[in-house]
């Protein structure tokens, strides 16, 4: 499995069937540099700019932006709805939390805004990678992506969604976040491929792409 840190909230995954699965396409006025990618699978948590802008990408993908349980060219994904504020919703609306099922379970948390509950967290089952928001603001921040962590309680966790040199809105840093961790380990590249699990619980801060 190879995972690509393209920014912000969006990586480019590969699973070992080699299916292409974007997450959270994001537009110009981020900050970011917007990639013309073919996808063979689109995952978008909520409407948001920042989110779900697919006008970029090429393929035949198939687009996936709701609760659920699909097959998506071999690919078994599940959708389970939450909020992207502490409100249910009243505020931001709703968020998707996505699980993808490949040779190892991939979690992606979207603009998550509140901590899980124990259902959520039965709906969601084992995860090994954990992508989770942590600059706060506009979704969970450090401390709070802390404790959705220790409760999800995956083998690698790679934190998405915060402040950098070309994000043009406010987040907190990542630094905030990985303080809290014995083991994380700081990439000077965007993409990795995933053979095995550590023992251990290990951060990875990749190098955002874009």
């Known amino acids: 499995m190879k995972i690509t840190y393209l920014a912000h909230a969006s ?3 590969e699973t070992e069937s080699r299916v ?22 689109v995952l978008t ?5 920042d989110h779900a802008y697919t006008k970029s990408l090429k393929g035949d993908y198939v687009l996936v932006d709701k609760e659920g349980e699909f097959n998506v ?12 504020d502490k409100e249910k919703g009243q505020k931001r609306g709703e968020n998707i939390v996505f699980v993808i099922e490949d040779k190892f379970s991939v979690a992606h948390l979207g603009d998550l805004g509140h901590e899980l509950a124990e259902t959520e967290l039965e709906k969601m089952g084992r995860v090994d990678i ?13 401390k709070e992506a ?16 915060y402040k950098t040199e070309k994000l ?7 630094e905030e976040f990985t303080k809290h961790f014995e083991d994380v380990e700081v990439l000077q590249t965007s993409e990795i491929e995933i053979n095995s699990l550590p023992e251990k619980q290990k951060v990875l801060v990749l190098k955002y792409k874009g």
């Not at 802390?146 to 969604?161: D, T």
Request: hydrophobic letters at 45%; aromatic letters at 10%.
């Open 168 to 174: 043009k809105f406010d987040l907190g840093k990542v």
């Open 73 to 84: 060219k071999g690919v078994k994904i599940k959708g389970i709805k939450t909020f992207h």
């Open 130 to 142: 954990l992508l989770i928001p942590v600059g706060g603001v506009y979704t969970i921040n450090a």
């Open 146 to 161: 802390l404790n959705v962590a220790k409760a999800i309680n995956p083998k690698i966790i790679i934190p998405m969604h």
């Open 45 to 49: 948590s909520h409407k948001h700019f």
């Open 11 to 13: 990586f480019l995954i």
């Open 20 to 41: 292409k699965i974007i997450t959270d396409p994001y537009d110009s006025s981020v900050g970011y540099t917007v990639f013309e990618l073919s996808a063979d699978v």
